[in-house]
């Protein structure tokens, strides 16, 4: 018998953000979309995790702070270069950056809280592909930029696990090699 969120889950693909138009979710989709970002295991309910949305007249200024990283981060990069750098967040109607948030406690591990960030940016990419738009998980060289650390207000302990891109496909992407079960599973036995 048919599982709808089965069917969802073995047929998944992410959509590459060159390949995404208009429109993106409107304001009550993606509340939806980050409210399933924001159900995710998480250890002693400590949520390490926040996210910054991106919209509209933001991401232009974005591409800005992006580029402007890129000029002072890389050895003289082309006006090209600087261009497309600014366009990084038009290529999309909406990202949506996951921040990693690592609680100081003995109780929880780091490793623990990070891997928890990962599970919230998979939920928004699942989400957002329910609603019937596509999604890439990207991090490309400015999730680990000092210059946009510094322009997102990012703590000592916090770091950019995803900028999640959300739009409409302009076509349906094409089908991508999967590992073969018995390359990757074992049965432990004694
Ligand atoms: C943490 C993380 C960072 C990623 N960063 C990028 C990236 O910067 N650029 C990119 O093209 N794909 C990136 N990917 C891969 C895509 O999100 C995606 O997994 C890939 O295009 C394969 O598509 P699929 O999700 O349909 O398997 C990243 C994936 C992960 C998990």
């Known amino acids: 018998m048919s599982n709808p969120t089965l069917d969802h889950l073995l047929s998944r693909r992410s959509v590459s953000a060159n390949a995404m138009t208009e429109p993106g979710p409107d304001a009550d989709q993606l509340g939806q979309i980050l409210t399933a970002g924001a159900r995710v295991p998480d250890h002693k ?11 509209g007249a933001a991401r232009e200024a974005f591409g800005q702070v992006i580029a402007e990283a890129c000029r002072a981060e890389e ?8 261009d497309t ?11 949506v950056a996951v921040i990693s948030r690592v609680v100081q406690t003995p109780a929880v591990p780091e490793w623990e ?3 928890s960030a990962g599970a919230a940016c998979q939920n928004l990419m699942l989400a957002a592909t329910a609603l019937g ?3 890439q998980w990207i991090t490309e060289w400015y999730a680990f930029s000092p210059g ?5 207000n990012l ?3 916090e770091r950019v696990a995803g900028f999640i891109y959300i739009g409409t496909a302009k076509e349906r992407p094409e089908e ?6 018995a390359d990757i599973v074992t049965t432990w036995q004694a």
Request: no cysteine.
């Open 85 to 95: 750098e600014a366009k990084r967040f038009l290529r999309a109607p909406v990202v």
């Open 176 to 181: 991508r090699d999967r590992p073969a079960l």
């Open 133 to 135: 738009f596509g999604a």
């Open 75 to 82: 050895d003289e990069p082309s006006t090209f270069r600087l």
């Open 155 to 157: 703590s000592e302990n």
């Open 45 to 55: 309910k400590l949520v390490p995790w926040r996210f910054i949305v991106f919209e």
């Open 148 to 152: 946009v650390r510094q322009a997102l």
């Open 113 to 115: 809280q990070v891997l």
